[in-house]
């Protein structure tokens, strides 16, 4: 594991873990330990990454330019902000977007089924994602 192209990547701190049900426990839980080392010290993303400490969307070139966060809350986000053809920003909906997508997913270590929308958190137009990327698991649709 620790030879692969997935772990090395992780353990450098160049992508983020993004972790599917069908994976095995022991190989998720190993790559997960790199990614966790990785955001510690602070390598590649993780020196920028706004995820977990809260980001406001102040234009749509924040979230492309500016912005370092979860490829898979960035996709949810960049979908919400085209529904609103003004340009505009407004995150206030956003929870009720993300809802509807129905993202089923457990945390680990507790092992909680929940959505995706469950795990963020926003105030006023700061957005967080309440669990760091490692324990979040994704069920396959």
């Given at each position: 594991?620790?030879?692969?192209?997935n772990?090395k990547?992780?353990?450098?701190?160049?992508?983020?873990?993004?972790f599917?049900?069908?994976?095995?426990?022991d190989?998720?839980?190993?790559?997960?330990?790199a990614?966790?080392?990785?955001r510690?010290n602070?390598k590649?993303v993780w020196?920028?990454?706004?995820t977990l400490?809260?980001?406001?969307v102040g234009s749509?070139a924040?979230?492309?330019?500016?912005l370092?966060?979860?490829p898979?809350?960035?996709?949810?986000?960049?979908e919400?902000?085209?529904?609103?053809e003004t340009?505009?920003?407004d995150?206030?909906?956003?929870?009720a977007?993300?809802?509807?997508?129905?993202?089923?997913?457990?945390t680990v270590?507790?092992?909680?089924a929940?959505?995706?929308?469950t795990?963020i958190?926003l105030?006023?137009?700061k957005?967080?994602l309440?669990?760091p990327p490692?324990e979040?698991v994704?069920?396959?649709?």
């Open positions: 594991m620790h030879r692969s192209v772990y990547l992780l353990a450098a701190g160049l992508v983020y873990p993004t599917y049900s069908k994976m095995f426990f190989l998720r839980a190993d790559l997960a330990k990614a966790k080392e990785a510690k602070k590649g020196v920028d990454d706004d400490s809260g980001f406001e749509r924040d979230l492309t330019d500016n370092v966060i979860l898979k809350l960035f996709r949810r986000l960049a919400y902000l085209t529904l609103d340009g505009g920003t995150l206030s909906g956003f929870p977007f993300l809802a509807t997508h129905d993202d089923r997913l457990f270590p507790e092992g909680q929940t959505s995706f929308d795990l958190r105030d006023g137009q957005l967080t309440t669990k490692e979040i994704f069920i396959e649709k």
